[in-house]
Nanobody, 123 residues
Framework: VQLQAFGGGLVQAGGSLSLSCAASGRTFSRYGMGWFRQAPGKEREFVAGISWSGGSTYNEDSVKGRFTISRDNAKSTVYLQMNSLKPEDTAVYYC?????????????????WGQGTQVTVSS
């Protein structure tokens, strides 16, 4: 599976961004999908995950109520809608396809990774 993330950019605190991740190569609907982020000097951390059907989603505590993960299997795309952005959300955001159809919270549960897209939130 090849993954390519889009939609990063610079936004003021309180603003919104929508990330997309387009998949190609294998049957997208087989995979649970996730978004992770990595800030400078920090480890990669889980942001949100979604099961193969979209029926189960999980968000990291700091983004609950602000970020929403969704997917469109017909378009082989997973999305991350980010609202009420904060400076601490600044990071490179990565999409990933999982070992199976479940949504997982650990990077070890994912085997395919996109190239990352930079999100910068100014105060």
């Amino acid at each position: 599976v090849q993954l390519q993330a889009f939609g990063g950019g610079l936004v003021q605190a309180g603003g919104s961004l929508s990330l997309s991740c387009a998949a190609s190569g294998r049957t997208f609907s087989r995979y649970g999908m996730g978004w992770f982020r990595q800030a400078p000097g920090k480890e990669r951390e889980f942001v949100a995950g979604i099961s193969w059907s979209g029926g189960s989603t999980y968000n990291e505590d700091s983004v609950k109520g602000r970020f929403t993960i969704s997917r469109d299997n017909a378009k082989s795309t997973v999305y991350l809608q980010m609202n009420s952005l904060k400076p601490e959300d600044t990071a490179v955001y990565y999409c990933a396809a999982g070992l199976d159809g479940f949504a997982r919270t650990s990077p070890s549960g994912y085997i395919y990774w996109g190239q990352g897209t930079q999100v910068t939130v100014s105060s």
